[in-house]
């Protein structure tokens, strides 16, 4: 890598789509939806990720000399909000201590708890400029007096990696379906205790009782008219959840218009009106549900939209798995298993440094054992292959 060179860029519009999309493809015929220039671009020009939310753009492009061979999604913040992996005790401590968390930086993809690669090389076996890049985020860090760097939903490979560049690793836990090979909904509940079996039974024929029809809409399906419905419930459980939803009306038109092919959404319908909705992206081996909203109630009618529907889909089109998103121990009933996510975090104080990876030894230990008791806890029948699950 000795002709290589690290440029900071403000805007993702200053780098050619082609050539970053090369980078989070990764080898790969194309890149997960949440990598691509299309997903990331619309977040800045729909002003969701932007100086003004705290998202300052700062992303890390590596040239070689056969053009741009790696790039990083990476944001200067001025909070710790949107990102799923929580250091505001982090924060609180060490401006007690009379320290300035904030500016701090960012590697990740904002408002999105989803697990992929964060140092994007175009070579798959890129290890010279994942390492490049590792050592430009930390001088990154310290031109823009940071007090820290951190890289969120990193693969497992990445974390190992970064642990070698002076990173400490913290890992936490989701809830993911996992595709054992079925045929239809019906195989899968083949797979649970007989229990869980009935009990999901029942719940998937009560939420669609009084009339309650379900849509996927996907490409040509995704209108103007079905993003106004979808918004509205989205602002409204948003509002409700975070106090000020993070997405705006114009990001979801964007998306609707250049990547309608990797965007379902799952519409529930009552009376000739939409009454409930949830956003999903479809990868190259994975749904990913990311949002869900309603303007009526109806008794488990957002498991249905949500979770429910989401195996029905992944069955359908043969996806290896369903990602639903942060937190949950609600999913474990329904199928989803906790998976662990990892994290990677570089503190240049001292002191601070100490104290949070000593922390980190013991929060590691805690997850691990959470995610074990919780595995045993699940629906499926000992022994069956879905409670394979790391």
């Known amino acids: 890598m000795s002709e290589a060179s690290i440029r900071v860029l403000t805007a993702l519009s ?98 999105t708890p989803v697990t992929g690669r964060r140092l994007l090389t175009r070579d798959p076996d890129g290890t010279a400029a994942r390492a490049a890049l590792a050592a430009g985020i930390g001088e990154l860090m310290r031109l823009r007096d940071a007090s820290s760097a951190h890289v969120t939903f990193a693969t497992r490979e990445e974390w190992d990696s970064l642990a070698q560049h002076g990173f400490l690793q913290r890992t936490d836990r989701q809830f993911q379906w996992l595709n054992q090979g079925y045929g239809s909904y019906d195989d899968f509940l083949g797979a649970l205790a007989s229990r869980k079996r009935k009990a999901l039974k029942k719940e998937r024929r009560e939420a669609l009782e009084g009339g309650i029809t ?90 249905e939209v949500c979770y429910h529907q989401a195996i029905d889909f992944a069955i359908a089109r043969g996806l290896a798995r369903v990602e639903a998103g942060a937190q949950g121990e609600h999913k474990l009933a329904r199928g989803y298993l906790p998976v662990a996510t990892y994290s990677a975090h570089l503190i240049a104080h001292p002191g601070l440094r100490r104290a949070v990876a000593h922390f980190l030894e013991q929060e590691r230990v805690a997850v691990a054992e959470d995610a074990a008791i919780l595995t045993e806890l699940g629906p499926f029948r000992r022994g069956a292959p879905a409670q394979e699950c790391e």
């Open 214 to 303: 379900i849509e996927w809409l996907t490409g040509a399906d995704l209108t103007e008219a079905a993003w106004d419905a979808f918004f509205a419930f989205y602002q409204d459980t948003g509002a409700r959840k975070w106090g000020r939803p993070y997405l705006n009306r114009r990001f979801f038109s964007l998306i609707g218009a250049r990547m309608a092919d990797s965007v379902l959404l799952v519409m529930a319908k009552r009376g000739g009106r939409y009454i409930a909705g949830a956003l999903n992206f479809i990868g190259p081996d994975a749904l990913y549900g990311r949002y869900w909203g309603a303007i009526e109630e109806h008794p488990f009618l957002h498991f």
């Open 14 to 111: 200053q780098i050619a789509a082609k050539d970053w999309d090369a980078c989070a493809a990764g080898g790969a015929a194309r890149p997960e939806p949440f990598l691509s220039h299309a997903f990331l671009s619309a977040l800045e020009e729909a002003g969701c990720a932007g100086a003004r939310t705290g998202w300052m753009p700062q992303h890390l492009v590596l040239d070689g000399a056969d053009g741009v061979s790696a790039v990083a999604p990476c944001y200067l913040k001025s909070h710790s909000q949107g990102e799923y992996v929580f250091d505001h005790g982090w924060a609180d401590a060490f401006e007690r201590a009379g320290g300035d968390y904030y500016p701090k930086l960012q590697v990740a993809v904002p408002f």
